[in-house]
């Protein structure tokens, strides 16, 4: 049976139709995931999502295809007043999260380093100056989203955020002087890397934009952490490896990159995101005590 957030769009994707199982990957209020399986044995990812969940079939054609970043492929996209549809391949069914071996985590750092190598190549050379400031995030934007969280109900006068807010632009200013644009995932976390015998396939780009900064480096080591045998060392070494960093640029970098994904992360957590993620305010506290953490490292 098809999933009620799909019946409208039953007369415009015929694959809907021809679906003989659906199996519910993820739902949150705004966004529901199946994979789809054919009769004649074929498999698709199919994704519903409304409202800025909608936006995702954007970024990869704008972003992610331009940029022949290693992802699946769309077939379809539909979008109707306030939501949308996005036909994807079925790039495997098991991820980085299902099966933590730190080769696995080694591996998606050396795809990591690769991607953001070949983006930051392509970029000025593929995409137009005006997608390019569509989807860019600069210096004075994470500043600005960093001022809100201090105006925010939640965390408003957080000593840790204050403190930060002294130093971040100075250390904003060098990175975006000194590191060349690129993509950046803003969820490479283990469920998102998919294993292939080729390698790790990042899925979900619904959040990519265009930084200079390394969140998604800090964000795959502290699940290797959490999740893995792979040392901070490992990865680090693994990284460069597929990278032309030299180990001192990538030390400084690293701590800079994480507080730019936690101020990210917790600017849509504060205002929104709790709404849609059921349970995502216990995160919270955790995440501004990381960001706490990297302070210390930046001073």
Known sequence: MIPACFSEYRS??????????WSL???WTLSEVYRIKLAGGESRIIKWGSSEMAEEAGI???LVQPLQI???RISEFVQLENSGVMVMEDVGEHNVEQQPHP????????ELARLRTRAASLLERTLSPETVEAYSVSAEDFLKLLNDLLNSEQLAGNEGLSRLAKTLPNALEKLYRTVPNSIVHHDYHAKNLVIQENGITPIDWANAYLSPHLGDLYC???????????TRSELL????????LHASDLRWQLPIGGICWLVKTLHWLVYGGTDIIPGSEAWIPDLVQDVEYLYAEII
Not at 220 to 230: I, N, T
Request: charged share 35%; glycine share 0%; hydrophobic share 45%.
């Open 25 to 27: 990957l993820r739902k």
């Open 60 to 62: 990869y054609r704008d």
């Open 220 to 230: 795959l080591m502290k699940e290797a952490h959490a999740r893995s045998q792979a």
């Open 70 to 72: 290693k992802a699946p």
């Open 103 to 110: 080769a696995y985590f080694l591996e998606a750092a050396k």
């Open 237 to 244: 070494s693994a990284y460069l490896e597929a990278s032309d």
């Open 12 to 21: 415009k994707i015929l694959v809907l139709n021809e679906a003989a199982e």
